[in-house]
T-cell receptor, first 114, second 113 residues
């Protein structure tokens, strides 16, 4: 079955340091991959997506993600973390030909401390 | 302002009392979906709709009903709620299911006693 794994429940990083939130996906066709962020008491907000093309995808708020087919990964990165980046991050995938069914990971809580 | 709205935002009810959570979008999106969010489980899809009068089951449809009579509205119906349906519910929409990001509503926190 198609799935998405976020191996870390929580990531802590100091402000100004680079951050990485990990995501791996099950191999099945060509996946469409997404990152969403959820701030407290808010709905999810779209950050970025990979459909095809350049493996390095740039998104909102200075975030980027790299699609790595050989490692079946789509890690979210930011060169310099801000305290305001603290939130819950979700990786998600859709089917290769139809994203009507979006499968989410379990989420990673990012904590950026001053 | 382009948005997805949900009502109510918070609801406490008792087992067996039918309820409806409304969802509306003003972006003329074809695709709409309902998810529930539970700790440690992430978001799981309940039902989705590719267009008016077209609905399909997601991963956890048991105990829920939906309808899509108008493009903008996609209500979630719990005919006989049970405590295991206590959760945070999100409605989402996108221009179509194919490759587009989804826009999420603010969420509805439901407690079934």
């Amino acid at each position: 079955a198609q799935s998405v794994a976020q191996p870390e429940d929580q990531v802590k990083v100091a402000e100004g340091n680079p951050l990485t939130v990990k995501c791996t996906y099950s191999v099945s066709g060509n996946p469409y991959l997404f990152w969403y962020v959820q701030y407290p008491n808010r709905g999810l907000q779209f950050l970025l997506k990979y459909i095809t093309g350049d493996n390095l995808v740039k998104g909102s708020y200075g975030f980027e993600a790299e699609f790595n087919k050989s490692q079946t990964s789509f890690h979210l990165k930011k060169p310099s973390a801000l305290v305001s980046d603290s939130a819950l991050y979700f990786c998600a995938r859709g089917k290769s030909y139809n994203t009507d069914k979006l499968i989410f990971g379990t989420g990673t809580r990012l904590q950026v401390f001053p | 302002e382009a948005q997805v709205t949900q009502n109510p935002r918070y609801l406490i009810t008792v087992t067996g009392k039918k309820l409806t959570v409304t969802c509306s979008q003003n972006m003329n999106h074809e695709y709409m979906s309902w998810y529930r969010q539970d700790p440690g489980l992430g978001l799981r899809q309940i039902y989705y709709s590719m267009n008016v009068e077209v609905t399909d089951k997601g991963d956890v449809p048991e105990g829920y009903k939906v309808s899509r009579k108008e493009k903008r509205n996609f209500p979630l119906i719990l005919e006989s709620p049970s405590p295991n349906q206590t959760s945070l519910y999100f409605c989402a929409s996108s221009p179509s299911g194919f490759g587009y990001e989804q826009f999420f509503g603010p969420g509805t926190r439901l407690t079934v006693l």
